[in-house]
């Protein structure tokens, strides 16, 4: 069965230092991997997701697959990245998020 | 309106009360899905419908029961819940549940407490 685990509930950085948020999961098999985020008074909303090797809003996240984990990171912090972020993760059909990291940006 | 929108965003119901959430998108996609997103407890799928049809069903109570009457509306039924089911309910859609990849795009949410 799928499993998602981010680590940390919450996370908290000072504006312009480096972010990663945590997120390993397990699955036999090859998932497409996602990052969701759900600003304050607002939707849960895909951020990126691995299939299109993107980066949103300075985001990136890496799969590495011998450590099973799809880490997110950022170089440098904006007080707009403070939100809610999950991890998800798609095996077959079905998606199954992580329990969610609250990141804070410290001004 | 665009996206998907839920209706009510607030809804306080007894133990003994029958009433519906409701969901709608006007994205065009043919898989429409409820989650339960509780305190403490990462986001669970309960249902899936794809082309009008449930494909997923992860173990939900019969207290709950959905409804896909077509592929922009999707329903879900309450009836004789538990305290324990007070939670945020989100509806999401996505182009094809088979297609993997496929985004979600979800709604704000229902906020349900059962008293």
């Known amino acids: 069965a799928q499993r998602v685990t981010q680590p940390e509930k919450l996370l908290s950085v000072f504006k312009g230092a480096p972010v990663e948020l945590k997120c390993n999961y397990s699955?036999?098999?090859?998932?497409?991997l996602f990052w969701y985020v759900q600003y304050s008074r607002q939707r849960l909303q895909l951020l990126l997701r691995?299939?299109s090797r993107e980066s949103i809003k300075g985001f990136t996240a890496d799969l590495n697959k011998g450590e099973t984990s799809f880490h997110l990171k950022k170089p440098f912090a904006q007080e707009e990245d403070s939100a809610m972020y999950y991890c998800?993760?798609?095996?077959?059909?079905?998606?199954?998020f992580g329990q969610g990291t609250r990141l804070t940006i410290n001004p | 309106e665009t996206g998907v929108t839920q209706t009510p965003r607030h809804l306080v119901m007894g133990m003994t009360n029958k009433k519906s959430l409701k969901c709608e998108q006007h994205l065009g996609h043919n898989a429409m899905y409820w989650y339960k997103q509780s305190a403490k407890k990462p986001l669970e799928l309960m249902f899936v419908y794809n082309f009008k049809e449930q494909t997923e069903n992860n173990s939900v109570p019969s207290r709950f029961s959905p409804e896909c009457p077509n592929s922009s509306h999707l329903f879900l039924h309450l009836h004789t819940l538990q305290p324990e089911d007070s939670a945020l309910y989100l509806c999401?859609?996505?182009?094809?549940?088979?297609?993997?990849?496929?985004?979600?795009?979800f709604g704000n949410g229902t906020r349900l407490t059962v008293t």
């Open positions: 998800a993760v798609q095996g077959a059909q079905k998606l199954v």
């Open positions: 699955y036999s098999g090859s998932p497409e």
């Open positions: 691995h299939i």
């Open positions: 999401a859609s996505s182009q094809d549940y088979s297609r993997r990849g496929s985004p979600l795009h």
